[in-house]
């Protein structure tokens, strides 16, 4: 009993944990206007050109956009005057005639029986490939011309050898679209979607493509559905996978070519329509990723991935909404507004819950499909108090500051010298809750006040205001150390505070008050040594010093006695050879006088002189070059000639 029961909770934890593991169940994103818009612009050449192929993507590309067609009657008549050059047509140019006239619906004249007896031709051809199968079967599909039972087996057998031979995922693509219009005897082609899904590349656990990229995975898709439909058969596709196949095909959706638009739109049409499984896009409205008490609703668009509404109003709802950072739950199970004018719109008013500032991840299901949407709830900064003063550097008495209020600037000037420091304190407060906070930009700006001098002109120096554990803001700049920074140049700077970040409504530049600081005075010395940690805005784009390319020195030459030394050490063998030759009474008066042994001499001195100017000026391969040349004359040469030397002292 034990044991059932630890088995019975065992499969229940599986359960529960593998129907945790469906993350992806929706897409982000899907076709727009303006990405409608892009593939019309695209498009739009091929409504004028005089390319069949073009003509064909431009009309099938406006079909799948359900935009009208400009320029049918010329696209038509153009058509049937190409169809009448049967002497220049091809399958290909048959296929897109056919399917383009019968996409178009409207074209008078009737050119079917000069393509009809151009693709039947292809068909029965033995020697067609794969492409011209895909053409003819298709173009004569588009012509509403039915294969014999003949023609079909003789299809069906042909497509199924090239497989074996070769079974790519084009010949896969091009098997399920000619399988699709065999009817039931295109089933055998069904069997063979898993081979091509399992050669599906996952990236990043979003996006599932084919090597190839945004062609042959576009086709692919749109074949395999194609297939599924005709067939009346699910296709082998989880859930996940559509999904991360469309994330894909979206994602490649700037494409610029009108054959990849195409393709691309057909794909997603197939995906949008698959009476299976349609995938569902639950995303931000207009990327409106921030909410405030100005802009309290979150709205949210429900919609399949061309942008439209979903047959039959689902109930959209927000399971939750989990706070990034504390996984603080601010709310639970609330079901989201329809809008009145837009069907795909949904909205929900975060801002009643009250929440604090900061990232929200929005968990959002409409009927069966769950997806997770990033919201930011902004808040309003209030500068709850400033002070400004000057204190003594050494901290030997308490700072006299002044208290401003935002955003007014104080009216006199302070006066600061070497000797004191600029000291601020601020604190912030977050404008709903009224809660000291800290922001992630906040500077204090000392820009030059004075416009007479053009050296000053435009000076600015910027400092980072650090908070204490209360979240009070301090600034203090000791003068004097700080004199440097500025250049040493006395005069009136305006003090600025700038705060800013990423979930505030309200960032400011406030000018807070006019300060005089009086540095003391300096040596050329000083402010070449001392290390400046701040740049003028006017030094930036100075012109710098040229950078010379320095060459490096040639060594020292040794003396010519040492050079000469080793010159006549190097030649002392040669001398040698001459002395031992003089000794032993060599002559040349025995020198065969014949063409092989002039050309073994003349092709052994060769080599000699070749080695040496391979040691002066010529690389390795340059020399084995013209080393073979002369190694192969020189010892036929001295073959030839050594025989004749060994001939005559036989003969004696």
Same mark, same amino acid.
């Given at each position: 009993?034990?044991?059932?029961?630890?088995?019975?909770?065992?499969?229940?934890?599986?359960?529960?944990?593998?129907?945790?593991? @469906?993350?992806?169940?929706?897409?982000?994103?899907?076709?727009?206007?303006?990405?409608?818009?892009?593939?019309?612009?695209?498009?739009?050449?091929?409504?004028?050109?005089?390319?069949?192929?073009?003509?064909?993507?431009?009309?099938?590309?406006?079909? =799948?956009?359900?935009?009208?067609?400009?320029?049918?009657?010329?696209?038509? @008549?153009?058509?049937?005057?190409?169809?009448?050059?049967?002497?220049?047509?091809?399958?290909?140019?048959?296929?897109?005639?056919?399917?383009?006239?019968?996409?178009?619906?409207?074209?008078?004249?009737?050119?079917?029986?000069?393509?009809?007896?151009?693709?039947?031709?292809?068909?029965?051809?033995?020697?067609?490939?794969?492409?011209?199968?895909?053409?003819?079967?298709?173009?004569?599909?588009?012509?509403?011309?039915?294969?014999?039972?003949?023609?079909?087996?003789?299809?069906?057998?042909?497509?199924?050898?090239?497989?074996?031979?070769?079974?790519?995922?084009?010949?896969?693509?091009?098997?399920?679209?000619?399988?699709?219009?065999?009817?039931?005897?295109?089933?055998?082609?069904?069997?063979?979607? @898993?081979?091509?899904?399992?050669?599906?590349?996952?990236?990043?656990?979003?996006?599932?493509?084919?090597?190839?990229?945004?062609?042959?995975?576009?086709?692919?898709?749109?074949?395999?559905?194609?297939?599924?439909?005709?067939?009346?058969?699910?296709?082998?596709?989880?859930?996940?996978?559509?999904?991360?196949?469309?994330?894909?095909?979206?994602?490649?959706?700037?494409?610029?070519?009108?054959?990849?638009?195409?393709?691309?739109?057909?794909?997603?049409?197939?995906?949008?329509?698959?009476?299976?499984?349609?995938?569902?896009?639950?995303?931000?409205?207009? @990327?409106?990723?921030?909410?405030?008490?100005?802009?309290?609703?979150?709205?949210?668009?429900?919609?399949?991935?061309?942008?439209?509404?979903?047959?039959?109003?689902?109930?959209?709802?927000?399971?939750?909404?989990?706070?990034?950072?504390?996984?603080?739950?601010?709310?639970?199970?609330?079901?989201?507004?329809?809008?009145?004018?837009?069907?795909?719109?949904?909205?929900?008013?975060?801002?009643?819950?009250?929440?604090?500032?900061?990232?929200?991840?929005?968990?959002?299901?409409?009927?069966?499909?769950?997806?997770?949407?990033?919201?930011?709830?902004?808040?309003?900064?209030?500068?709850?108090?400033?002070?400004?003063?000057?204190?003594?550097?050494?901290?030997?008495?308490?700072?006299?500051?002044?208290?401003?209020?935002?955003?007014?600037?104080?009216?006199?000037?302070?006066?600061?010298?070497?000797?004191?420091?600029?000291?601020?304190?601020?604190?912030?407060?977050?404008?709903?809750?009224?809660?000291?906070?800290?922001?992630?930009?906040?500077?204090?700006?000392?820009?030059?006040?004075?416009?007479?001098?053009?050296?000053?002109?435009?000076?600015?120096?910027?400092?980072?205001?650090?908070?204490?554990?209360?979240?009070?803001?301090?600034?203090?700049?000791?003068?004097?150390?700080?004199?440097?920074?500025?250049?040493?140049?006395?005069?009136?700077?305006?003090?600025?505070?700038?705060?800013?970040?990423?979930?505030?409504?309200?960032?400011?530049?406030?000018?807070?008050?006019?300060?005089?600081?009086?540095?003391?005075?300096?040596?050329?010395?000083?402010?070449?040594?001392?290390?400046?940690?701040?740049?003028?805005?006017?030094?930036?784009?100075?012109?710098?010093?040229?950078?010379?390319?320095? =060459?490096?020195?040639?060594?020292?030459?040794?003396?010519?006695?040492?050079?000469?030394?080793?010159?006549?050490?190097?030649?002392?063998?040669?001398?040698?050879?001459?002395?031992?030759?003089?000794?032993?009474?060599?002559?040349?008066?025995? =020198?065969?006088?014949?063409?092989?042994?002039?050309?073994?001499?003349?092709?052994?001195?060769?080599?000699?002189?070749?080695?040496?100017?391979?040691?002066?000026?010529?690389?390795? =391969?340059?020399?084995?070059?013209?080393?073979?040349?002369?190694?192969?004359?020189?010892?036929?040469?001295?073959?030839?000639?050594?025989?004749?030397?060994?001939?005559?002292?036989?003969?004696?």
């Amino acid at each position: 009993m034990n044991i059932r029961l630890e088995l019975l909770i065992t499969l229940a934890c599986v359960t529960i944990y593998l129907s945790s593991c @469906e993350t992806l169940q929706s897409t982000n994103s899907y076709l727009t206007a303006a990405d409608r818009a892009h593939f019309k612009k695209i498009l739009e050449p091929g409504t004028i050109s005089n390319d069949v192929s073009l003509i064909f993507h431009a009309v099938h590309g406006y079909r =799948f956009l359900g935009e009208i067609l400009p320029n049918q009657q010329g696209i038509c @008549e153009h058509l049937a005057k190409v169809a009448k050059e049967l002497d220049n047509i091809t399958t290909e140019n048959a296929f897109h005639i056919a399917s383009s006239w019968q996409t178009i619906g409207n074209c008078q004249g009737d050119p079917k029986a000069i393509l009809s007896k151009v693709l039947t031709s292809a068909v029965e051809k033995d020697t067609s490939n794969m492409l011209e199968l895909y053409h003819a079967v298709g173009g004569l599909n588009a012509l509403s011309e039915k294969l014999s039972r003949e023609k079909v087996d003789k299809v069906t057998k042909t497509v199924q050898n090239m497989l074996r031979k070769d079974d790519n995922l084009w010949n896969l693509a091009y098997t399920f679209h000619i399988a699709s219009y065999l009817g039931t005897s295109g089933a055998f082609a069904f069997d063979r979607i @898993e081979d091509a899904i399992v050669q599906a590349d996952e990236i990043g656990g979003q996006y599932l493509q084919f090597e190839g990229g945004l062609s042959v995975t576009s086709f692919l898709a749109s074949s395999i559905l194609k297939l599924s439909s005709a067939l009346n058969k699910k296709p082998p596709l989880t859930s996940q996978q559509i999904v991360k196949m469309v994330n894909y095909l979206l994602h490649r959706r700037s494409v610029q070519t009108p054959r990849g638009v195409m393709n691309l739109l057909s794909a997603l049409t197939a995906l949008a329509n698959n009476e299976f499984e349609k995938p569902i896009c639950i995303a931000l409205a207009n @990327e409106g990723t921030s909410i405030s008490v100005q802009q309290p609703m979150v709205t949210v668009k429900v919609c399949d991935i061309l942008g439209n509404a979903l047959t039959g109003m689902p109930k959209v709802m927000a399971n939750s909404a989990i706070r990034v950072g504390d996984d603080a739950v601010i709310l639970s199970k609330q079901t989201l507004q329809a809008s009145q004018t837009d069907k795909t719109l949904f909205t929900l008013n975060l801002m009643e819950t009250k929440p604090e500032r900061g990232f929200y991840k929005v968990s959002v299901t409409a009927g069966s499909v769950t997806n997770t949407v990033m919201v930011k709830v902004l808040c309003q900064v209030a500068v709850d108090y400033l002070e400004i003063g000057t204190g003594d550097a050494d901290q030997t008495t308490q700072p006299k500051l002044t208290r401003v209020l935002y955003p007014e600037k104080l009216t006199p000037k302070i006066e600061a010298d070497s000797q004191q420091k600029l000291v601020m304190r601020f604190l912030l407060r977050d404008g709903g809750s009224k809660k000291p906070m800290r922001t992630h930009q906040a500077f204090v700006r000392l820009s030059s006040a004075s416009d007479s001098n053009s050296d000053e002109k435009g000076r600015e120096i910027l400092f980072v205001a650090e908070p204490d554990t209360f979240n009070l803001y301090k600034f203090d700049m000791p003068v004097g150390s700080a004199a440097a920074n500025f250049d040493y140049q006395s005069g009136d700077y305006n003090v600025e505070l700038i705060v800013g970040d990423a979930i505030l409504s309200n960032p400011f530049q406030w000018t807070v008050a006019t300060v005089s600081l009086k540095f003391p005075e300096s040596t050329s010395a000083e402010r070449t040594d001392k290390p400046v940690s701040h740049k003028h805005k006017f030094n930036v784009y100075m012109t710098k010093p040229e950078i010379k390319h320095m =060459f490096r020195e040639p060594e020292k030459r040794p003396p010519a006695f040492v050079s000469n030394l080793f010159t006549g050490l190097c030649l002392a063998p040669v001398l040698l050879l001459l002395v031992l030759w003089a000794k032993l009474g060599v002559n040349i008066s025995n =020198f065969p006088l014949s063409v092989s042994a002039v050309t073994f001499h003349l092709g052994l001195g060769s080599i000699f002189a070749l080695f040496g100017i391979f040691w002066l000026k010529l690389n390795m =391969f340059v020399t084995l070059r013209y080393l073979l040349g002369l190694g192969v004359v020189t010892f036929l040469a001295g073959n030839k000639m050594l025989s004749r030397i060994a001939y005559k002292h036989k003969s004696r």
